[in-house]
Structure formats: structure tokens, C-alpha cells
T-cell receptor, first 116, second 113 residues
Framework: QKEVEQNSGPLSVPEGAIASLNCTYSDRGSQSFFWYRQYSGKSPELIMSIYSNGDKEDGRFTAQLNKASQYVSLLIRDSQPSDSATYLCAVKPPRAGGTSYGKLTFGQGTILTVHP | GAGVSQSPSNKVTEKGKDVELRCDPISGHTALYWYRQSLGQGLEFLIYFQGNSAPDKSGLPSDRFSAERTGGSVSTLTIQRTQQEDSAVYLC???????????FGPGTRLTVT
């Protein structure tokens, strides 16, 4: 089982619709969860972080976290063609051996296409 | 303020040569990370520095890879005797603390011919 799993897509939605991106993770003790957007040929850009169960909204983006189900999602409302990109889910695993464990584990990414 | 910077942006090298990649983190960020992204692959963790602590080298794929961070700021990733499978985009990220958000630089695209 992969540590962080995402549907690779592509996910295609019409302009103005809601895009729903999903991610599951295997390590129940994971602490922090992030969504990055990556345009082709560019580096990942942080768009959302979430640390506790529930919803977190920022503009057109809403991140949802359910630690019991080991599930995190990203909703993009009023999708625009400029939202077309690969969306990466990243998870910070729990501390190991009492040391700070800073690395992120990334999913393979979901390709989102928003068509006019 | 300035983001994470990396140099060079592109590097083409011959198989067997050594290369050095540089990362300058966001000012004041104590944590610095190196990742690698190969064509069609996900982001792979390489190494992590936090303050003056010993680095977490658990992601380095072989002993040809090494990294250092001088003065708690700039970091250099060195790949010795490069191989074609080392061709990838090498990404550096930094964060204010290990718990919080990581911000990526633009990356260095390494091509080994």
C-alpha cells in the first residue's frame, strides 16, 4: 500500500463547476496535511494546509480532513481554466524515535483540467 | 519577501562527472529540504536539515549523493560520478519550523548525457 494515494486522473470539470480532489494516507499518526498545485514545468506551489479534523476554507479552496478515515480532500469552487494543473497531496508523518521528522510524503498527484 | 532560490536552473553534465546544486532558503527559515522529481514520478525526499541538528539523510539514494548546509542557511547538494538515472528536477524547500508549511524553490533540472 502506498503511503499517500491519489487518483491520477485526469479529472475534467467544466468552468464554474466544483472540482473535488481526494487523498488517503496510510500512517494513522500523521500530523499535518498539505495541498500543492504544480503547473507543467514549474515547482509545487503551496495552496492549503490543514492540521485538525474538519474543513478549512481559503477563497475558492476548501480542505477537508478526516483523521479517523485517514482521508483528506480539496474542493475548488467556481473552477477556472487557470486551475488546470497537477494537485499534489502531501502528508507529514509522525515523529520517529523522539526526533523531529520533517519530510513530506507526496502522492503521485491528480491532473485537473478545467475546460471552458 | 524573497522566496527560495536555487542555482543553476538547468545543468547538463556528462555521465561520470560531479555536480553541485545550490539552494538559498527563505531568510529565517531553520528547516531545509531536498527532494527529487523524475519524469512521470512523484516527489522523492532526499535529505532534511533542521538548525544545528544532524541531518536526516534517509532519502539519499546512494553514497554518491551528499549535502551540506553552511551557517544554517545555504545548502549544496553534491552528486558524484553522475549516472543517467540521476536525471531529474532537484527541488529545495524551506520552512520556518519542521511542523509547518514547506515552500519550494524553482528547482534545478539536471540532465546527465
Amino acid at each position: 500500500q502506498k503511503e499517500v494515494e491519489q487518483n491520477s486522473g485526469p479529472l475534467s470539470v467544466p468552468e464554474g463547476a466544483i472540482a473535488s480532489l481526494n487523498c488517503t494516507y496510510s500512517d494513522r499518526g500523521s500530523q499535518s496535511f498539505f495541498w500543492y498545485r504544480q503547473y507543467s514545468g514549474k515547482s509545487p506551489e503551496l495552496i492549503m494546509s490543514i492540521y485538525s479534523n474538519g474543513d478549512k476554507e481559503d477563497g475558492r479552496f476548501t480542505a477537508q480532513l478526516n483523521k479517523a478515515s485517514q482521508y483528506v480532500s480539496l474542493l475548488i469552487r467556481d473552477s477556472q481554466p487557470s486551475d488546470s494543473a497537477t494537485y499534489l497531496c502531501a502528508v507529514k508523518p509522525p515523529r520517529a524515535g523522539g526526533t523531529s521528522y520533517g519530510k513530506l510524503t507526496f502522492g503521485q498527484g491528480t491532473i485537473l483540467t478545467v475546460h471552458p | 519577501g524573497a522566496g527560495v532560490s536555487q542555482s543553476p536552473s538547468n545543468k547538463v553534465t556528462e555521465k561520470g562527472k560531479d555536480v553541485e546544486l545550490r539552494c538559498d532558503p527563505i531568510s529565517g527559515h531553520t528547516a531545509l529540504y531536498w527532494y527529487r522529481q523524475s519524469l512521470g514520478q512523484g516527489l522523492e525526499f532526499l535529505i532534511y536539515f533542521q538548525g544545528n541538528s544532524a541531518p536526516d539523510k534517509s532519502g539519499l539514494p546512494s553514497d554518491r549523493f551528499s549535502a551540506e548546509r553552511t551557517g544554517g542557511s545555504v545548502s549544496t547538494l553534491t552528486i558524484q560520478r553522475t549516472q543517467q538515472e540521476d536525471s531529474a528536477v532537484y527541488l529545495c524547500a524551506s520552512s520556518s519550523t519542521p511542523l509547518y508549511e514547506q515552500y519550494f524553490g524553482p528547482g534545478t533540472r539536471l540532465t546527465v548525457t
